[in-house]
């Protein structure tokens, strides 16, 4: 579901999945013999991901700044686990922080970017300064190649001079637990979105609305449902927000300034794909959430889409 929210954690975010963008080479390849991706431990979930982080911060504020940040930066500490592991900046971007790249320490961050320009150091750090929350951004996976993958991590503030955080790639989540509380998988949503461009082509465009926009029908199950909009960002189909059919979301973003309703329109355009970003969760007292979308285009004039929460975790903590 989808609402227009006034968060107070407004950053500049051009994450976006299969868009063109500048690269930049931030010099963050984590040399292969070190890469915490190569321990045999599953993949981290999103509920891990958060659950390590506050770990991390309570280690901080009981043992203090020195010796949290000499445990953080062993590559083989207590706070290496599976595919995650700390970092932490103080909030001038200076690194505090990184045990697969201590030549970095010392140094300032504050302008590094992704390979769409994202200066996703900036944005941390303003969402650990309001407390803490999600990022999104691109980033290389040493477990692929350092393929650029969408990332996400976590971020809290320590106390008022620096902070830390941990992330996981989103490119992973596939059929297995590490999509978290979500019901449905990857596949199964691009299944269920297929489903419904199919029956939208069998039929006329009236009727196909019509059936989106019915909460009772067949593309709506749970918290998953069908929506539409047209290539102009106007609200054709929307089953839990009847009142936002007809107005315009093309300039919408989520809690991280992201505009996800241009990427999707972007992507659909290109012929489908995933989209990640921040939205409310109707199951949840509409808590914000990490979100995976899938989205289609049915024809010229239209697209849908549909998406399932990665986990049950409140960014707003």
Avoid at 26 to 38: H, L
Wanted: aromatic share 12%; glycine share 8%.
């Amino acid at each position: 579901m989808r609402s227009i929210i006034s968060f107070p954690l407004l950053v500049v975010l051009a994450f976006l999945l299969l868009s063109a963008g500048c690269v930049q080479d931030s010099g963050e390849k984590i040399p292969p013999t070190q890469s915490p991706a190569q321990t045999q431990v599953p993949d981290a979930t999103v509920t891990d991901l958060v659950t390590f982080v506050e770990d991390a911060r309570t280690y901080a504020q009981e043992n203090g700044r020195e010796a949290a940040l000499a445990e953080f930066n062993k590559p083989n500490g207590s706070f290496i686990r599976g595919d995650l592991y700390v970092f932490a900046y103080d909030y001038q971007g200076n690194v505090l922080a990184l045990p697969f790249q201590p030549e970095l320490i010392g140094t300032s961050r504050w302008d590094i970017q992704d390979i769409k320009g994202q200066k996703y150091i900036r944005e941390m750090t303003v969402v650990a300064r309001n407390g803490s929350g999600f990022v999104h951004y691109i980033y290389p996976n040493p477990a692929e190649q350092y393929a650029f993958e969408p990332k996400l991590s976590y971020v809290t503030g320590v106390d008022e001079d620096w902070w830390l955080g941990s992330g996981i790639y989103l490119a992973s989540i596939n059929a297995t637990e590490a999509i978290g509380m979500a019901p449905m998988t990857k596949e199964q949503i691009e299944k269920f979105v297929e489903a419904a461009v199919l029956f939208a082509r069998q039929n006329d465009k009236e009727t196909a609305i019509e059936t989106f926009q019915n909460k009772s029908g067949p593309f709506v199950e749970g918290e998953i449902y069908i929506y539409a909009l047209d290539f102009h960002g106007n609200v054709l189909a929307l089953p839990f927000q009847p009142d936002l059919v007809g107005t315009n979301m093309l300039n919408i973003t989520d809690a991280t300034g992201q505009p996800f309703t241009r990427v999707e329109i972007d992507v659909a355009r290109k012929g489908g794909g995933f989209v990640y970003y921040l939205y409310p969760n109707p199951a949840r007292n509409f808590s914000i959430e990490p979100k995976m979308s899938y989205v289609q285009n049915v024809d010229d004039t239209y697209w849908i889409g549909a998406g399932t929460y990665l986990a049950t975790v409140n960014t707003s903590a």
